[in-house]
């Protein structure tokens, strides 16, 4: 690991996401995206349910802060699924290319290029996470903090056990 993203005691700390081998996975990062399974919302629900998902979380949201009635959103939300149905359709379908027809196993050999691709930004990602930890810093959730798990563990191990570590005022 280079110096450069190291603290004076030689523990990996810094937001500098040179750090991050895979390209792939550094634009993810940089477009202020963050780096989760899909199942965190659904369960390892289909694509299609996970927006579905998302379009109803996006309706309830607005209905709280706009104080009005869910289902006034209903006709919008089929609307939405909808078309992200037929859209999904559309892009499981072998169809034509830059005006040429793409034979399915042209079809399968793109599947099987875009699912390795994924792997091994899964894997990116699981090989990062093995030593660092990705905490959001500066109270915004796309500003990144790398750090060594075993300074931060003993960080936090400083905070909890030292005595007095916050003194409390007391007004005379």
Known sequence: MEDRFKDATGHVVTAHL??????VVRKDMQ????????????GGADIRELVEWSIGACANASSKSHDVPPSIFNEWIELMVKKVNQKADEMQTPT??????????QHQE????????VKTHDAQVKTLR??????EADKAASTYALVCKSHLARQMMEEVT???????????
């Open 31 to 42: 477009a202020e995206r963050k780096c989760r399974n899909n199942t965190e919302q659904g």
């Open 130 to 135: 093995r030593k660092f930890v990705d905490l």
């Open 110 to 117: 793109h599947a099987a290029q875009v699912d390795k691709a």
């Open 162 to 172: 030292m005595p007095k570590t916050h003194v409390k005022y007391a007004p005379k």
């Open 96 to 105: 034509r290319a830059g005006g040429k027809h793409v034979t399915n196993e």
């Open 18 to 23: 040179a750090i991050v081998q895979l390209e």
